[in-house]
């Protein structure tokens, strides 16, 4: 029984769901706290971050290659393009390559450590944490195209974010409230076997991912 394509096919998410969340239980229950930290937070550079890295890489491959919406070529197109955008700035925020081209464009004003320096708050105190906040874009003293980079930055990330939740929404609150499985399933009229991004499996949505796939 292929498990993407038969009837129960929407379980697979909720049970893989819970088998992951049984034994990261599991794991923290037994582990001292040191060592968890070190498996799991220590800067990006732990096991557990660094493995997220390829995981993200794979789905830009991963949604071209087994695309999981229907509809036109440019809905499809679209729709992928902006799956990939997602996982790409994933990436370029876990490597941290975004300080990296601030750091290499603009080493006046960002140190190697990523963090801003050489730049002064109205009350004269230093400016300090990274260029990718408020306070660096209302800084006088921040270069132009500094600013530019981190407002373009900002924008593509959260704009494609918004753009997906507003096409995705309303047709999973829809979905949500009339407690339909998530549809994993062969339709006649060919949806795909593949779970639309924007519905979270196990939620209980079919006829709004349906609509949107």
Not at 40 to 69: K, N, Q, R, Y
Request: hydrophobic share 50%; aromatic share 12%.
């Amino acid at each position: 029984m292929n498990l993407l394509v038969s009837k129960r096919s929407w379980m697979l998410a909720p049970a893989v769901f819970l088998v992951s969340l049984a034994l990261l239980c599991a794991v923290w229950g037994v582990m001292e706290p040191a060592a968890l930290r070190a498996a799991f937070d220590a800067d990006g550079h732990s096991f557990v971050e660094t493995l997220t890295i390829p995981l993200f890489a794979l789905i830009v491959p991963a949604v071209w290659l087994c695309c999981p919406f229907s509809g036109s070529t440019t809905r499809k197109s679209l729709l992928c393009l902006a799956v990939s955008c997602v996982a790409i700035m994933a990436v370029v925020k876990e490597l941290d390559l975004h300080l990296a081209l601030m750091q290499y464009a603009y080493p006046d004003v960002v140190g190697a450590d990523g963090n801003v320096h050489g730049l002064v708050k109205p009350n004269g105190t230093p400016l300090s944490g990274t260029p990718f906040k408020m306070r660096f874009l209302t800084n006088g003293g921040a270069p132009f195209g500094a600013k530019l980079v981190v407002v373009s930055y900002f924008v593509l990330f959260f704009g494609v974010f918004a753009a997906m939740l507003a096409y995705f929404f309303p047709r999973l609150v829809k979905g949500f409230f009339r407690l339909h499985p998530v549809a994993w399933t062969r339709e006649r009229e060919r949806i795909p076997r593949h779970l639309p991004t924007g519905c979270p499996p196990g939620t209980g949505i079919r006829r709004g991912c349906r609509r949107t796939a």
